[in-house]
């Protein structure tokens, strides 16, 4: 996990040019996804099972929107994309511009990524534990 991380936020190498860039941030993407989607899977097997046994599901109502888990993925990988086109632009406009600037945005987005998607899970998740105590 250590080298996972040390590479994904690695300095891209110097020169930097446009192309460069935008490698840089293309070759991160699976793995980016892998770990979006990995912890993403998690949130939402907690949440399910937390609304689920709630008691709060009315019957036939359903627990999630079923086009939001579609498109979530799209969504997160056009903010993925804001990545390199936010650094582009930063390095044309700034060529002395920190070699970590790349991985301080790609962290910045993972670390907003994955507060955003636990929100869910975590509501549901201590709404549930709080209810199972006050049961017991």
């Known amino acids: 996990m250590k080298r996972l991380a040390a590479w994904l936020f690695a300095s891209p190498p110097s020169p930097t040019s ?6 840089w941030w293309e070759v991160r993407r699976i793995p980016f996804n892998i770990v979006i989607g990995t912890y993403g899977l998690l ?3 907690i949440f399910f099972w937390a609304i689920l046994t709630s008691g709060q599901l009315a019957p036939g109502e359903d627990a999630v929107e079923p086009i939001g888990l579609i498109f ?3 969504g997160i990988n056009v903010l993925y994309t804001l990545g390199w086109l936010v650094e582009v632009p930063a390095r044309l406009i700034e060529p002395r511009l920190s070699p970590r600037f790349g991985p301080f945005l790609l962290m910045t987005g993972l670390a907003l990524g994955l507060f955003l998607i636990s929100l869910p899970a975590a509501f549901w998740g201590t709404s549930r534990i709080l209810q ?3 049961v017991l």
Do not use: K
């Open 18 to 23: 446009t192309w460069r860039v935008v490698g």
């Open 72 to 74: 979530a993925p799209l």
């Open 43 to 45: 949130c939402l097997v």
């Open 132 to 134: 199972m105590i006050r």
